[in-house]
């Protein structure tokens, strides 16, 4: 067994951890008070590869493998949480346009998603009324001559006002026939009946955007026919297995940031005439909080390993997921503990984290369908 990254991984990683340092720490803070949509620094990173990680070089990407893409994510959430979840949306479209697409479909929309030409491409499955459950989508793509027909509403959509291409599930059938009549579909931004909802004001991921969407004959030609007719629910599912790797690593990194934080802070803050590091109820939170971290990240490193393998991922990455995720969470209000009032107020990045980490066990299915996925496997 080798824990050892190679070198194209090291690079990816540096590459990743240098641009933070450079250019994401500085501005993190900002981009969370302001909401500013991170326009240029999504570009910065498309010119640094990382829009594309997992992609062939022949169409922009960095052809670095899951292992490598997973790495540069959680180094992107430990400046800014915001910015990697548009980021790892992004990888996630162009990787399914690449595992599912026509050439024709990958060559016209992969090279602007890993250029930045794109500023980001958009996943559209959720519904106000199918979330842990989409085989109960409402929005309907209708077959007309050449074309399909979409009409109906999409929720929570991330980089919606943005993306250059949307990923879109409909239903091709009756909705009696529940997941086999779900289809995939490219759709382009600003295409004719695309309304775009207003920006959800969140909690934390404050400078992502989340949209509702409302397709009102929406009429792409048939070629934006992603997969095969009636396909789309396996196309979504196999995408979520390795979403799931990307959002165990943006935990992970919004992680790491508060273990920093927290080592950084106990150092130099003094209660009792000592720093507070010098307390063994602190020092007992840190260790905790290190030791979960490096679960987690072997998990998600598990996880990626067998999906760059090709091998079959999908119960080791909703592992992955629920307890990243969850990690994250006990450890950002370890954070706040650790950094006492101080914590609790925006000067400090703590309180950033904490609000961020919290829809990591939410979003690309929650802590209970990651609970069914491992129990559905562990029980066949
Ligand atoms: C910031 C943000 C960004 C997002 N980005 C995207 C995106 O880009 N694209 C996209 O398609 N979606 C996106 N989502 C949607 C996200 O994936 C859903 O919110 C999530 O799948 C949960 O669906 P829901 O919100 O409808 O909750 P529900 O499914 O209504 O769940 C409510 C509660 O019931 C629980 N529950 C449901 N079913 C079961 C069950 N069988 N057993 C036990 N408990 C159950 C859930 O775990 C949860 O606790 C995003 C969400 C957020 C908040």
């Known amino acids: 067994m080798d824990f050892e990254l190679n070198e194209t991984q090291l690079l990816i990683q540096k590459t990743a951890r240098d641009f933070v340092e450079r250019t994401l720490l500085p501005v993190a803070a900002e981009l969370d008070k302001t909401e500013r949509f991170p326009r240029a620094e999504l570009q910065a990173l498309a010119d640094l590869g990382m829009m594309g990680v997992n992609l062939p070089t022949a169409l922009g990407g960095a052809e670095a493998g899951v292992v490598s893409y997973s790495l540069a994510m959680s180094e992107v959430a430990r400046g800014c949480a915001s910015t990697a979840v548009t980021m790892a949306v992004t990888n996630m479209v162009g990787e399914v346009i690449n595992a599912f697409g026509t050439d024709a479909q990958r060559e016209a929309h992969i090279p602007k998603l890993t250029s930045g030409e794109y500023a980001a491409g958009s996943f559209a499955l959720s519904e106000p009324e199918a979330g842990s459950d989409p085989g109960s989508m409402r929005t309907v793509a209708r077959r007309d001559g050449d074309s399909f027909v979409l009409d109906g509403p999409k929720q929570w959509i991330t980089s919606g006002s943005h993306a250059g291409v949307f990923v879109v599930w409909a239903r091709t059938g009756e909705l009696s026939a529940g997941t086999k009549a779900i289809s995939c579909f490219l759709v382009e931004g600003g295409a004719d009946g695309l309304r775009i909802g207003k ?24 070629s934006a026919l992603l997969g095969e007719m009636n396909g ?4 979504a599912m196999m995408a979520l297995d390795g979403g799931r790797i990307g959002i165990s690593c943006q935990a992970i990194g919004i992680a790491r940031a508060c273990i920093e934080e927290s080592v950084a802070y106990a150092k130099d803050r003094k209660q009792f005439d000592k720093a507070i590091a010098e307390f063994q109820g602190i020092q007992w939170k840190l260790a905790d909080m290190q030791t979960e971290l490096d679960a987690a990240h072997l998990l998600a490193m598990r996880a990626a390993w067998l999906k760059e393998q090709s091998r079959v991922f999908s119960r080791e990455a909703s592992m992955a997921k629920v307890f990243a995720t969850e990690t994250a969470n006990r450890i950002a209000n370890k954070a706040v503990q650790i950094h006492g009032g101080y914590g609790y107020i925006r000067e400090f990045a703590a309180e950033r984290h904490l609000r961020d980490a919290r829809v990591t066990t939410i979003y690309e299915g929650t802590s209970e369908v990651q609970r069914i996925v491992i129990a559905r496997s562990v029980l066949s």
């Open 199 to 222: 920006h959800e004001d969140k909690l934390g991921l404050r400078a992502s955007n989340t949209v509702s969407l409302s397709f009102e004959g929406v009429r792409v030609p048939a």
């Open 232 to 235: 789309g629910f396996k196309i």
